[in-house]
């Protein structure tokens, strides 16, 4: 392929990005910052939604278990005398069985709310590291791209320098196959940031058949205070892996993961208890009229009846229900235990990587300055003719690469601090 087939076509993609760069803008999009994302989340996304409809289901089982049994009247007519009877039956509510069936009922209640409220966590700490992570996809892409312009400008003075006998048809080709690689990577850059788009689309509950807001943050740390508050778990998880202080157990304790899934253990004992107690079902009252004895006088006359009605555990102990719930508080105590140690696991890791993040972002920043002036040097020094081509390209792979690694690694602290923090918040009990 010669090489003026290679620059029409590095002017094609270079072209075609820049295209891609600005559609959304062109759309009319929707500028949406990072809290109005999080509130839009709340409001309509559906993983809330789902642990809405669950706490809903859980506040109407309460109801169910809060409500008196109704009465029975039942109306008969029998050959014997007296022929007419009329008896109403009244379930007695048993106090041992009530309160142990309406106290899982209330535990389940308190456990899906506070379900709900990690769920509503969760939600947050996704919208925010995906709003995130579409932060740097587009801090990347402006990167490819403008390192594409660069390149194609490369391209150009190279071809300049050739015609003028100071380079050669190699140099030339060399040029334009960097700068088709570049814009094939500023082209697929610029798929990664709109699909990153998207999912912030799809976690707002806007369809994400095409791409209607624009991010309007920038990639930053977060607050002051925020880094402050973090700050003063460093030295209560130092080492703790090997015994965990009690800031730390505190924290994990709070954690709403580890509350949910406290609460689900207490709903599920109390089942169990539930379970027992009805082994004895709920006894009954009776009490009703008879009349009708046509060899009697007065056929016309109310006879009162009355009688209790005992059920007897002869055939079934109710012994199903009450494996049933053996089992589910089995699950619930290994499912408390799993969230303990994967919120102390993660808590431990989270810090350390960020103390790691930290000195890597003071070590990028200091060679984002040093890569930048060795490619502006050698660039300066390649027009001069004291420098070679293959010089300037890696000088300027060097500066992309470390460029790179600064945007992936901001992402990253920020991402991780905004987990630390919904590990760490305080969970209102409701």
Request: glycine share 4%; hydrophobic share 45%; proline share 5%.
């Amino acid at each position: 392929m010669s090489s003026s087939l290679l620059s029409r076509l590095c002017h094609v993609l270079v072209a075609a990005t820049l295209c891609l760069t600005h559609l959304p803008r062109f759309a009319g999009a929707q500028p949406v910052t990072r809290a109005e994302a999080a509130r839009r989340a709340l409001a309509a996304g559906p993983r809330v939604a789902l642990a809405r409809a669950d706490t809903a289901a859980a506040r109407a089982a309460l109801i169910t278990a809060r409500a008196l049994p109704n009465p029975t009247l039942a109306a008969t007519r029998s050959k014997d005398t007296p022929q007419n009877h009329l008896i109403l039956d009244v379930p007695v509510d048993a106090p041992w069985v009530r309160g142990p069936r309406v106290g899982a009922a209330r535990a389940t209640a308190r456990a899906a709310r506070l379900r709900f409220v990690s769920e509503r966590t969760a939600a947050l700490l996704e919208v925010d590291t995906t709003y995130t992570m579409a932060l740097a996809a587009h801090a990347r892409f402006r990167l490819s791209r403008q390192t594409a312009r660069d390149a194609d400008s490369l391209r150009t003075m190279t071809a300049a320098r050739r015609d003028a006998g100071d380079a050669s048809d190699l140099d030339v080709d060399l040029a334009t196959i960097t700068a088709g690689q570049q814009s094939n990577v500023a082209a697929t850059d610029s798929l990664t940031y709109m699909s990153t788009v998207l999912t912030v689309q799809t976690l707002m509950g806007i369809p994400a058949d095409s791409a209607t807001i624009v991010l309007v943050d920038s990639l930053r740390l977060a607050p002051e205070e925020t880094t402050r508050f973090l700050r003063t778990l460093d030295s209560a998880t130092t080492g703790a892996l090997l015994l965990p202080s009690a800031r730390t157990s505190s924290a994990i304790a709070g954690a709403p993961s580890v509350a949910a899934a406290e609460a689900t253990l207490q709903a599920a004992e109390l089942a169990v208890v539930r379970e027992r107690r009805s082994v004895f079902g709920a006894p009954s009252l009776q009490a009703g009229v008879e009349w009708g004895d046509p060899a009697s006088d007065s056929a016309h006359e109310l006879l009162p009846t009355f009688g209790v009605s005992i059920p007897l555990p002869l055939f079934d102990r109710n012994r199903g229900p009450i494996a049933q719930a053996q089992a589910e508080r089995d699950r619930a105590r290994a499912e408390l235990a799993a969230a303990r140690l994967l919120v102390q696991q993660r808590l431990v890791e989270g810090l350390r990587e960020r103390e790691s993040l930290r000195a890597r972002l003071v070590r990028d920043q200091d060679l984002v300055v040093r890569a930048e002036r060795v490619a502006a040097k050698s660039l300066t020094a390649y027009r001069e003719g004291a420098s070679a081509l293959p010089a300037v390209l890696e000088a300027r792979r060097a500066a992309r690469d470390v460029l790179g690694q600064y945007v992936d690694d901001l992402a990253a602290l920020m991402t991780l601090e905004s987990e630390l923090r919904a590990l760490t918040q305080p969970v209102t009990v409701p």
